[in-house]
């Protein structure tokens, strides 16, 4: 059974740093990645990695305050958040795909596997 457990989420004031982790079970995936969806919002993409880590992908957003990392032997991946903003305020999610797709597109319709979410709130 496949599961995306996600941590690190929290409350951080404007400028602070948070590191949010997914923890992937179930099988080898393709590219792993993170989405947010703050309240009235859709859900936007952040980040994405291949599984070799060969193909990066951030929203324009999040570029040059984000990164993402994996560790593939603990099938695990990561988003490092610095500088941030309260306009990051949103629940996170952490996305797989099948390990044949291993592309980080930004398209969440191209992701197979989700978490259930953390929350980050960031204040002004």
């Known amino acids: 059974q496949v599961q995306l457990v996600e941590s690190g989420g929290g409350l951080v004031q404007a400028g602070g740093s948070l590191r949010l982790s997914c923890a992937a079970s179930g099988r080898t995936f393709g590219a792993m990645g993170w989405f947010r969806q703050a309240p009235g919002k859709e859900r936007e993409f952040v980040s994405a990695?291949?599984?070799?880590?060969?193909?990066?992908n951030y929203a324009d957003s999040v570029k040059g305050r984000f990164g993402i990392s994996r560790d593939n032997v603990k099938n695990t991946v990561y988003l490092q958040m610095n500088s941030l903003k309260p306009e990051d305020t949103a629940v996170y999610y952490c996305?797989?795909?099948?390990?044949?797709?291993?592309?980080?597109?930004?398209?969440?319709?191209?992701?197979?596997?989700w978490g259930q979410g953390t929350q980050v709130t960031v204040s002004a």
């Open positions: 990695r291949s599984f070799s880590g060969d193909r990066i």
């Open positions: 996305a797989a795909q099948r390990f044949l797709t291993n592309q980080p597109y930004p398209d969440p319709r191209n992701y197979d596997y």
